[in-house]
């Protein structure tokens, strides 16, 4: 797969791909302004790492 060059469109897929809820009790991902697991309803969140790095 190439890169994407286009900023906006990097901007996009960032988003979509880094700004996500990780459930603490459950792994599950949800959005980012979540307040409650949609998987097992705790409220036990935090945010992704955003390291793109490997």
Known sequence: MAPIDDPAKRKIARYHLL???VCRRCGALNPPKAT???????KDLRPKKKDLTK
């Open 19 to 21: 700004e996500k809820s």
């Open 36 to 42: 409650k697991c949609r998987r097992c309803h705790s």
